[in-house]
């Protein structure tokens, strides 16, 4: 029976439906793998499920000696974690779990609009505090999202199940940037840059996958273009945003607020960031519905199952 390392806890379901397989470990740590882990895994295991954070880099491939291991069976859409060239060279498969996270990842785009839009955060840190003295007209007055137009940087899966909630749940204009011609089942607007979209909507949405061609894509360019009522929402990953540079227009009320689920040096939250009352913050919880979850490592089980049982390449190949 082939040897499988799932890194973190995940739902029982996925550890039963693994166990069905493979003779499968499950690391009990929450945290990522460090390298000396990530080359020990490498040698021990036929298959490993890592998942974000658990960072596969060039150094951890180029200081190992012969891989066991034929896939990093990734648990998540995003693999930004993982070298895939890096990974390929050492004849290493890698897969991700599209698809499973569309929704609820939408869901968390959209939450993060209404709250930074209507200061949801704000208010309920008031009421919190005891301090709240009763309603009054001119009470924390936010943006009224219903007919405004959203921008969405990056078209993909989940860029368009934002889009589609924006347009059909509030019927918002849509604007887009997407490194592919888009044929969508709503109106939309193909914007020519992110300076110009930027410089147009009432909200722009990160939906871009990580990596370097995306570093930094939101900076103190595009920030400088947004109007000062604007909102930025991030449900991609923290590194997309020059956070230093997203401080600076909130503090100065640049634009008017934003919405983030992910941080550049994640877990590590600038206190400047966390002192800011325009500003919504959520733990990374993209994807945190148990059934999501579920349906992630269920797919991700499918891809090893397929490579290692089946001898075929994982149905979801990056």
Excluded at 109 to 128: D, I, P, Q
Excluded at 200 to 211: E, F, I, S, Y
Aim: glycine residues 10%.
């Amino acid at each position: 029976m082939k040897k499988v390392l799932i890194t973190r806890p995940l739902p029982d379901v996925v550890v039963a439906e693994a166990r069905k397989y493979f003779d499968v470990t499950v690391r009990s740590e929450t945290s990522p793998l460090s390298t000396s882990e990530m080359q020990t895994a490498l040698g021990a295991f036929d298959g490993i499920m890592p998942t974000l954070g658990d960072m596969f880099q060039p150094a951890v491939f180029d200081r190992l000696g012969k891989s066991k291991c034929t896939i990093l069976a990734n648990f998540g859409v995003g693999y930004n974690h993982i070298d895939v060239g890096a990974a390929l060279q050492r004849g290493v498969t890698v897969s991700n779990t599209p698809g499973a996270v569309t929704d609820a990842t939408a869901d968390i785009a959209m939450t993060l609009m209404l709250m930074s839009a209507r200061r949801a955060g704000e208010g309920e840190r008031l009421v919190r505090s005891g301090e709240w003295e009763g309603w009054h007209p001119t009470q924390m007055l936010g943006l009224h999202l219903s007919g405004k137009t959203v921008g969405i940087v990056g078209m993909g899966r989940i860029g368009q199940a934002i889009a589609q909630r924006c347009h059909y749940g509030f019927g918002m204009k849509v604007g887009y940037v997407s490194r592919s011609p888009k044929t969508l089942p709503f109106e939309a607007a193909a914007f020519g840059s992110l300076i110009e979209l930027a410089s147009a909507v009432d909200v722009l949405v990160l939906a871009v996958p990580g990596g370097a061609e995306t570093h930094h894509l939101v900076n103190a360019d595009v920030l400088n273009v947004m109007q000062p009522h604007s909102h930025l929402v991030n449900i991609s990953r923290g590194n997309v945003v020059d956070e230093a540079a997203l401080i600076a227009a909130l503090q100065t009320d640049q634009i008017g607020g934003a919405g983030l689920d992910v941080y550049e040096f994640e877990p590590t939250v600038p206190q400047a960031l966390r002192d800011l009352e325009n500003v919504v913050l959520l733990p990374h919880l993209g994807t945190a519905a148990l059934e999501v979850r579920a349906d992630m490592g269920l797919m991700a089980v499918a891809n090893l199952k397929a490579h290692l049982v089946d001898g075929i390449l994982a149905p979801n190949k990056v």
